[in-house]
């Protein structure tokens, strides 16, 4: 009997879950279709500023001029090549810990320890091979695998942003020296100032899928480990030449990017800071009306970043960026102190902050110095971009045109490249946006709808500096990327996506 009831109360509460159940995908079908509509309301909202801008840049061609350096990336697959071709043992995870963080690697076992760590980690990484004699040797064994197992592309922040701005209509002088094998790789539009050399610096990317296996590791997603052993980059062996090419070109633009190659280990001492010397001439060389880009990149050296900081940041008016970039630029300029690794899917009121206290830095510098040194460049725009939006401040009535429109087209860049696709599906799309953002941590900050009647919300707001409390009004664009649900290609984002917003504010 009370087995019976018991039995009734199964079917009962079977009956019922299974009921739960039904409306439990109804609902979620209901919210994915939602999700979808605003996805393709978003979409449509981007697509529309994006073809805005086209009717509104109807000029002559844009002038961009970018410096420095090129390299050839040689793509292999990780895993087969250091097993099959290279024949290497797999060393033992107890060696590898210690030796995690090294800057360079100079013998094999260091390079299998370092490659192992990052490999099972899935974490994107770039070293320098101290040893040319090793380094070369590798690249003969990749050669070994044979032509339809390797991938040679044209490589480097300046030649990719060039082709970018090319490809944006510019007319574009890129500062570069390049061997005869690689110059077919740029389009012949553009105007390249730098010699011709023998051979080209490589970058041997050794690229891995999640899952992939190599003795007793598996990596947990899909990324790439680069080992290079450059001669001409780090010398920045382009800027006499570029800086020549200017004074005949007078661009719009002068983007200065690639300096993170600077490695110390390859200079003698002083030997950098002239070399930064002679980049600080070129922007100071440069008439008032072209404008100037710095485009940071992961810079690991304290000693580095302060060079920078005194010897081209004061110089230019625009900053590009990816959340990393911007926490441990603004560690430097508030604390004197790098940061490494920080949260990929920073919150919009974070790096709006983050933003802001580099400007105010930036600004503060500047009313500090200006007097004493007139070549001094108030900076006017800071570009970030994230994995989940794109966020553009310009202080307004500037120079920057359409920041708006130049923010939903760096969003869709950003799109485009993660996905390897021009066209958009929204059913391909995850969105990490919520439907609104506070535009500051501070208590009370303001909150930004993202809806269809707005897809990139913009505002102006004062920013106050210095000790006299000085304000200047900035106008704040972000604009929400759709993020796609299988990344295919992430290296080399950054390159296109601030090529294409600053291409929109010329
Ligand atoms: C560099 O690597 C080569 C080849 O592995 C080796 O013969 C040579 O001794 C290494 N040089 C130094 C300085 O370690
Ligand atoms: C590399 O090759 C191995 C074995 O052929 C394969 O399992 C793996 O998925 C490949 N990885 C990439 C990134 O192509
Ligand atoms: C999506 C996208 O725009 N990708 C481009 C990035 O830049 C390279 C050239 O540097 C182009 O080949 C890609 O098409």
Redesign the pocket.
Same mark, same amino acid.
């Given at each position: 009997m009370v087995k019976m009831t018991a039995l009734r109360y199964m079917g009962w509460i079977t009956g019922f879950s299974v009921f739960t159940a039904f409306l439990s995908i109804i609902y979620q079908a209901f919210l994915s279709l939602q999700a979808l509509n605003r996805t393709t309301v978003l979409l449509a909202g981007l697509l529309a500023l994006e073809s805005g801008l086209k009717k509104t840049n109807l000029g002559p061609a844009p002038k961009v001029a970018i410096g420095y350096g090129a390299c050839t990336d040689l793509q292999i697959? #990780?895993? !087969?090549f250091l097993e099959t071709y290279y024949k290497l043992r797999v060393p033992l995870s107890e060696r590898m810990a210690a030796q995690s963080s090294m800057e360079i690697v100079k013998t094999e076992d260091e390079l299998l320890q370092s490659f192992a760590y990052y490999f099972q980690n899935g974490a994107a990484a770039e070293r320098m091979m101290a040893n040319g004699t090793l380094f070369r040797q590798l690249v003969e064994y990749a050669k070994i695998m044979g032509e339809e197992r390797i991938h040679w592309y044209m490589g480097g922040n300046a030649p990719l942003m060039a082709v970018r701005f090319f490809m944006e209509g510019a007319d574009v002088l890129l500062g570069a020296h390049m061997s005869k094998k690689l110059r077919p790789l740029l389009p012949k539009e553009i105007h390249l100032a730098g010699h011709e050399i023998p051979d080209d610096d490589i970058h041997l990317i050794l !690229?891995?899928?999640a899952g992939?296996g190599w003795g007793p590791y598996r990596a947990p997603r #899909?990324n790439r480990y680069i080992l290079h052993n450059d001669k001409n980059n780090p010398h920045l062996r382009s800027v006499e030449q570029l800086t020549d090419a200017l004074k005949d070109y007078h661009p719009q633009l002068l983007v200065v990017s690639g300096l993170q190659m600077m490695d110390m280990f390859t200079f003698q001492p002083g030997e950098r800071e002239a070399r930064l010397q002679q980049v600080k001439w070129q922007l100071i060389s440069q008439p008032k009306d072209t404008l100037h880009h710095f485009e940071m990149a992961s810079y690991v050296e304290l000693q580095l970043l302060q060079q920078l900081q005194q010897l081209v940041l004061p110089y230019v008016d625009s900053l590009g960026m990816n959340e990393q970039e911007l926490s441990n630029l603004q560690q430097v300029l508030s604390y004197g102190r790098i940061t490494m690794a920080t949260d990929w899917n920073p919150r919009i009121a974070m790096t709006l902050d983050k933003m802001r206290q580099v400007f105010i830095s930036l600004l503060e510098d500047y009313e500090h110095e200006h007097i004493r040194d007139a070549k001094r460049r108030r900076i006017s725009r800071i570009h970030v971009h994230t994995l989940a939006y794109q966020a553009i401040l310009t202080i307004s009535r500037s120079q920057w045109k359409n920041t708006k429109a130049a923010a939903a087209k760096a969003a869709l860049t950003a799109h485009r490249y993660v996905c390897k696709s021009q066209f958009i599906n929204p059913e391909s799309v995850l969105q990490v946006l919520d439907d609104s953002f506070a535009t500051s941590t501070q208590d009370q900050a303001p909150r930004m709808r993202i809806n269809a009647a707005n897809p990139v919300p913009c505002w102006q707001e004062y920013i106050q500096y210095g000790k006299d409390f000085q304000r200047i009004e900035v106008e704040i664009c972000v604009a929400p990327v759709l993020v796609c649900r299988v990344a295919r290609k992430t290296a080399g984002a950054g390159d296109n996506i601030s090529a294409s917003g600053l291409a929109a504010q010329l």
């Amino acid at each position: 009997m009370v087995k019976m009831t018991a039995l009734r109360y199964m079917g009962w509460i079977t009956g019922f879950s299974v009921f739960t159940a039904f409306l439990s995908i109804i609902y979620q079908a209901f919210l994915s279709l939602q999700a979808l509509n605003r996805t393709t309301v978003l979409l449509a909202g981007l697509l529309a500023l994006e073809s805005g801008l086209k009717k509104t840049n109807l000029g002559p061609a844009p002038k961009v001029a970018i410096g420095y350096g090129a390299c050839t990336d040689l793509q292999i697959n #990780a895993t !087969e090549f250091l097993e099959t071709y290279y024949k290497l043992r797999v060393p033992l995870s107890e060696r590898m810990a210690a030796q995690s963080s090294m800057e360079i690697v100079k013998t094999e076992d260091e390079l299998l320890q370092s490659f192992a760590y990052y490999f099972q980690n899935g974490a994107a990484a770039e070293r320098m091979m101290a040893n040319g004699t090793l380094f070369r040797q590798l690249v003969e064994y990749a050669k070994i695998m044979g032509e339809e197992r390797i991938h040679w592309y044209m490589g480097g922040n300046a030649p990719l942003m060039a082709v970018r701005f090319f490809m944006e209509g510019a007319d574009v002088l890129l500062g570069a020296h390049m061997s005869k094998k690689l110059r077919p790789l740029l389009p012949k539009e553009i105007h390249l100032a730098g010699h011709e050399i023998p051979d080209d610096d490589i970058h041997l990317i050794l !690229e891995y899928k999640a899952g992939d296996g190599w003795g007793p590791y598996r990596a947990p997603r #899909a990324n790439r480990y680069i080992l290079h052993n450059d001669k001409n980059n780090p010398h920045l062996r382009s800027v006499e030449q570029l800086t020549d090419a200017l004074k005949d070109y007078h661009p719009q633009l002068l983007v200065v990017s690639g300096l993170q190659m600077m490695d110390m280990f390859t200079f003698q001492p002083g030997e950098r800071e002239a070399r930064l010397q002679q980049v600080k001439w070129q922007l100071i060389s440069q008439p008032k009306d072209t404008l100037h880009h710095f485009e940071m990149a992961s810079y690991v050296e304290l000693q580095l970043l302060q060079q920078l900081q005194q010897l081209v940041l004061p110089y230019v008016d625009s900053l590009g960026m990816n959340e990393q970039e911007l926490s441990n630029l603004q560690q430097v300029l508030s604390y004197g102190r790098i940061t490494m690794a920080t949260d990929w899917n920073p919150r919009i009121a974070m790096t709006l902050d983050k933003m802001r206290q580099v400007f105010i830095s930036l600004l503060e510098d500047y009313e500090h110095e200006h007097i004493r040194d007139a070549k001094r460049r108030r900076i006017s725009r800071i570009h970030v971009h994230t994995l989940a939006y794109q966020a553009i401040l310009t202080i307004s009535r500037s120079q920057w045109k359409n920041t708006k429109a130049a923010a939903a087209k760096a969003a869709l860049t950003a799109h485009r490249y993660v996905c390897k696709s021009q066209f958009i599906n929204p059913e391909s799309v995850l969105q990490v946006l919520d439907d609104s953002f506070a535009t500051s941590t501070q208590d009370q900050a303001p909150r930004m709808r993202i809806n269809a009647a707005n897809p990139v919300p913009c505002w102006q707001e004062y920013i106050q500096y210095g000790k006299d409390f000085q304000r200047i009004e900035v106008e704040i664009c972000v604009a929400p990327v759709l993020v796609c649900r299988v990344a295919r290609k992430t290296a080399g984002a950054g390159d296109n996506i601030s090529a294409s917003g600053l291409a929109a504010q010329l």
